[in-house]
């Protein structure tokens, strides 16, 4: 603490009162807080706001400077995911000429093509087996499955009609954009965060129609 340290103007100070040690401290606190909740964050802008704030003349009020965090962390964050997702899968499907896309966006390529006989009488009634793995962008494997007996309806509406395409004994490898994974509220359960596009790969052991 005894040596120098760079203000948010860029000067270095050197703390020769209590008070500089005691406003280090402070700022260091801020600076560790604000990097877990935005790394992007601009430092100079962020100091500008406090200088403002010190000198009485902040140009946002309280209530402004609130309802305009709350849109940037629902409605701005969501919208820049959806438009980056978007160019990605596109890139994609250009780039491998074997992925399909629906009109939700899902990208997708049949690895195996299985029984197409019962395909259009699919229904929500359905039962399916099957064995998956689901990745993020990152690689990172968030879940891995050998088996997975559920209903036709409670899959990630993602997958619902890609399955139906793919059909019974068949083979898919879908990327799903959040919009038709685990959208704006993720899965904390998974470790999904919000705004998340999950690659799932799935084998289709078993399809049970009713």
Not at 8 to 15: I, Q, R, S, W
């Amino acid at each position: 603490m005894a040596g120098m340290f760079s203000s948010c103007g860029g000067h270095k100070t050197k703390l020769a009162m209590d008070t500089d040690s005691l406003s280090y401290v402070v700022g260091l606190n801020i600076g560790h807080t604000l990097m877990e909740m935005d790394s992007t964050l601009n430092v100079e802008t962020v100091c500008n706001a406090i200088r403002d704030v010190y000198n009485g003349t902040p140009r946002m009020t309280m209530e402004e400077a609130r309802d305009y965090f709350l849109a940037e962390k629902t409605y701005f964050i969501h919208e820049r995911a959806a438009a980056y997702q978007e160019q990605f899968l596109a890139d994609l499907s250009k780039s491998d000429r074997k992925y399909a896309r629906t009109r939700t966006g899902v990208t997708y390529k049949i690895e195996q093509l299985g029984d197409q006989s019962r395909q259009r009488s699919m229904n929500l009634r359905d039962t399916v087996r099957i064995a998956y793995t689901i990745t993020d962008e990152q690689g990172r494997v968030i879940v891995e499955r050998d088996t997975l007996r559920d209903s036709y309806r409670n899959l990630v509406k993602g997958l619902q009609e890609v399955v139906r395409l793919t059909g019974n004994g068949g083979h898919f490898n879908a990327w799903l954009p959040s919009s038709q994974a685990y959208g704006i509220e993720g899965n904390a359960e998974l470790g999904v965060e919000a705004n998340t596009m999950l690659n799932y790969d799935v084998n289709i052991l078993d399809i049970k129609y009713h």
